[in-house]
């Protein structure tokens, strides 16, 4: 599989390099292709149509109306995606998308974690 595509922006094809992409959002029958370095540009093409068109292991679509790249993302929790500068909404139906498609190392222990350890704790001193 290629690793780019070429859009027709301003009269003339250009080449886009999937690494190039922060994050595509629907607006109505097209879609904005917000890149890296270029301006943006609005396409054609709807948020199912890139689902199928990008790698799985290099977007994620978070929202209806947003497909983040997993590569640029800063950071993210279960409300937003962040991003340098701005911040993109989840939505309910894709708040376990991300985490599923992405590899997590906690370094913070989960609440259900504390209680397991907390109940073999008092389990050993037979409280």
Request: hydrophobic content about 45%; aromatic content about 12%.
């Given at each position: 599989m290629q690793s780019f595509?070429?859009?027709?922006?301003e009269g003339r094809f250009m080449k886009v390099?999937?690494?190039h992409i922060l994050y595509i959002e629907a607006r109505k029958n097209y879609?904005?292709?917000v890149l890296e370095e270029r301006p943006t540009a609005l396409v054609l093409v709807?948020?199912?149509?890139?689902e199928k068109l990008l790698p799985r292991d290099l977007f994620c679509?978070?929202?209806r109306g947003y497909i983040v790249s997993i590569d640029k993302i800063l950071s993210f929790d279960n409300k937003h995606v962040y991003f340098p500068g701005e911040k993109?909404?989840?939505?309910e139906q894709y708040r376990s998308a991300l985490p599923d498609?992405?590899?997590?190392?906690?370094?913070?222990?989960s609440r259900d974690s504390v209680r397991h350890v907390a109940k073999e704790v008092l389990?050993?001193?037979?409280l």
């Open positions: 595509f070429f859009i027709r922006h390099d999937f690494r879609t904005r292709l709807t948020l199912k149509q890139w679509r978070v929202h993109i909404t989840i939505g498609a992405v590899t997590i190392l906690a370094n913070e222990p389990s050993e001193l037979e």
